[in-house]
């Protein structure tokens, strides 16, 4: 990015927490925040910041009279509502019982930043920015042995041209307890930049589908921590498909044993949207399992990202580290990139990785040509077919239509546009 | 009129000459068996037909029904009435069987101007010609030949060609890989479909399975021309004396 302009934002962050005394968690991050990643460091080599160097970005002044929500919402879930990064009670549900959202006070917030900190998220550009000048850190608990029957909404909108948002956000699952949870991302605005931080208490579990679907100029930069501990149990689901660029990092701490982590992810990509999922797996103690699928499909001129560290620590036995990662490409002018890394420091361990980038295959398009199938139907029978598998495997059943119509929205325009392209060659 | 007429068909795979001339005609009602060594052009002669993409042909045409193909794409000879059944049936993993089948048949169906079946319609029409080939619902519920085994394919692939009441079907090495009561499950199924409108065309490597598909003639394929047709007897030659006797003779 440019300087002045990283200078600008930075500066903005800066007159704002001057505010605080020293030692007030917006003051902190803010110190932290020195600049934008560039393209030199390793993890934001493949997503480079450049065309947000182009905008003028100041973050956000929420404005609680706002109240115009688009997302149609699920029957029968509890809604949390965020409109320019700020909860909004007016709009939301109230909490069922065992059940709790707060506002966090400025120590409470203080240990949240200094858990975030310990994590390889320190200095990622939406922890330090989100955490100077977000309007609160909300938590959202569930008591011990709850088990949240109905699913949770989080719904993120709001925003303006050329302004940031940073909606702020801690769970915490006590022990024994469990809550199905959607997030939908829908900004509209220049720069979101959500900070997630989940603590699973022993044997909680907690399931989670992003749907990341901003506005067509929205750059989200969303980063997520989570420390799993004994025998909790982790099963995440990203859909990425709107923004122009979207970036969702997550960075997973398994550190109680036989804790559980499926960290899968799509991603469907067209135009020049381009699209990051980067993924860091620490295994800490012995006999925790994590799988994670992604699979990607692009087309125009978009390009997609997937980054997937797993490190397990020398005393971390009976690992089991699944990876797989697929990408589709669909036009000559997208492109698809995949890091898998494993970093294995323990002798007794099964880990895998696979990743493969290409376009769909010759033999099974011909096949269904064969029984009479249209290319172009062909196309789409397949990809669908790639995507409906994970989709699948990650999400509730009652869930597998309303995932798999937000899939297919994005695949029917990215389909629709290779459609005209191919026939005019 | 012919309902398969092949003239003169030349086909080059990487300038390596394949086919040098090949000709045949089929007629209503008939099964032909297209018998030869490896490398002799025959699973190249099926994907040629069916119309996969690099198989183009150099020269010669190609006529089904008087409708000449050698413009057409792979889905529109499907649709017009040209089946292949393939040696080796491909796996799509994610699609469910019975849409699969749904789909094929309904694009068949558009292109002969019938209505499409609705999904009960169609289930119940499936299931009958399913049971015949002794494909269970379970495998129709699974993904297209994911997991199946062999003569589970096979059996998959004459079960399209019922569904599909294809004018030409092209079995291509169809008896490969197949046990005795496999291949007389197969071989049953395609008899069944035997009829004076369409025609079928058999391309094997043994004589086994003329044993149960009985040919009204045979054609002897090596280096890409046909060298001798005849007879069903002309299939118990080769099982006797080889192709080599034949090949050396021509």
């Not at chain 1, 493969?356 to 096949?367: H, K, W």
């Not at chain 2, 699973?43 to 029904?65: F, K, P, V, W």
Request: some cysteine.
């Amino acid at each position: 990015m440019q300087h002045s302009i990283k200078d600008d934002y930075i500066n903005s962050l800066k007159n704002y927490t001057n505010q605080f005394k020293d030692t007030n968690f917006r003051r902190i991050a803010c110190n932290d925040f020195k600049s934008w990643p560039g393209p030199r460091e390793e993890t934001w080599r493949l997503s480079r910041l450049g065309s947000l160097s182009r905008k003028k970005i100041k973050p956000i002044n929420p404005n609680f009279k706002k109240n115009n929500t688009n997302t149609s919402k699920l029957n029968g879930s509890t809604i949390i509502q965020f409109i320019d990064g700020a909860f909004r009670e007016d709009l939301s549900s109230d909490m069922p019982s065992g059940v709790n959202l707060s506002i966090l006070g400025d120590s409470e917030s203080l240990e949240y930043l200094q858990k975030i900190k310990k994590s390889n998220l320190s200095n990622h550009p939406s922890t330090n920015a989100s955490l100077s000048c977000t309007p609160s850190i909300m938590k959202l608990t569930v008591t011990k042995d709850t088990k949240v029957k109905d699913f949770f909404e989080i719904i993120y909108e709001g925003g303006e041209n050329s302004q940031s948002v940073h909606p702020v956000l801690y769970i915490e699952l006590k022990e024994n307890s469990s809550l199905y949870l959607i997030e939908r991302f829908n900004h509209l605005t220049s720069l979101a930049m959500p900070l997630q931080l989940t603590e699973l208490r022993n044997k909680a579990s907690l399931n989670s589908i992003k749907i990341f679907n901003d506005y067509k100029e929205t750059h989200n930069l969303s980063a997520n921590c989570a420390y799993l501990s004994e025998k909790s149990n982790l099963n995440s689901f990203s859909l990425i498909k709107g923004g122009i660029f979207t970036r969702s990092e997550t960075h997973a701490y398994l550190n109680g044993c036989g804790a559980k982590l499926n960290l899968n992810g799509i991603y469907i990509s067209g135009n020049k949207q381009h699209h990051d999922l980067t993924t860091a797996i620490y295994h800490d103690v012995s006999d925790c399992t994590s799988k994670q699928i992604v699979r990607g499909v692009l087309g125009g001129k978009s390009t997609g990202v997937f980054q997937g560290k797993v490190k397990v620590a020398k005393h971390a036995q009976r690992t089991d580290g699944q990876q797989m990662s697929r990408a589709i490409l669909l036009s000559d002018s997208a492109s698809a990139n995949a890091k898998p890394e494993l970093e294995i420091y323990a002798d007794d361990v099964i880990c895998a990785h696979g990743a493969t980038v290409g376009e769909l295959d010759d033999d099974q398009l011909f096949y269904l040509n064969s029984r009479g199938v249209p290319m172009n139907k062909a196309r789409e029978i397949l990809i669908k077919a790639f995507l409906e598998d994970i989709i699948n495997q990650s999400v509730d059943k009652s869930l597998h239509n309303f995932v798999f119509k937000e899939a297919e929205l994005a695949l029917s325009s990215i389909l629709t546009k290779e459609k005209s392209y191919n026939e005019t060659l | 009129m012919s309902l398969l007429e092949i003239k003169n068909a030349h086909l080059k795979l990487d300038d390596k000459n394949i086919l040098n001339g090949v000709s045949l005609s089929v007629n209503k009602g008939e099964v032909h068996a297209i018998m030869g060594p490896n490398g002799s052009g025959k699973s190249t002669l099926s994907y040629m037909l069916a119309g996969r993409d690099g198989y183009e042909l150099e020269e010669g045409e190609i006529l089904l029904d008087g409708i000449s193909l050698s413009e057409m794409e792979a889905d529109e000879r499907a649709r017009s009435g040209l089946f292949l059944a393939f040696q080796y049936p491909v796996e799509l993993p994610g699609v469910g069987g019975m849409s699969f089948l749904r789909e094929a048949v309904n694009s068949r169906r558009n292109f002969l101007g019938k209505k499409e079946l609705d999904h009960l319609a169609f289930v119940k029409e499936a299931r009958k010609e399913a049971s015949k080939m002794f494909v269970k619902d379970e495998m129709l519920k699974r993904a297209v030949n994911v997991g199946f085994s062999g003569g589970e394919k096979k059996r998959f692939e004459i079960l399209q060609m019922a569904l599909l009441k294809p004018k030409v079907s092209i079995l291509d090495e169809t008896d490969s890989g197949l046990d005795v009561d496999a291949l007389k499950i197969v071989s049953d199924g395609v008899n069944a479909q035997r009829n004076n409108e369409n025609a079928i065309v058999v391309i094997t490597h043994y004589q086994r399975l003329l044993d149960y598909i009985i040919p009204d003639f045979v054609h002897i394929l090596s280096d890409g021309v046909i060298i001798k047709s005849g007879g069903p007897e002309l299939a118990l030659e080769v099982e006797k004396n080889g192709y080599s006797g034949l090949i050396n003779a021509a």
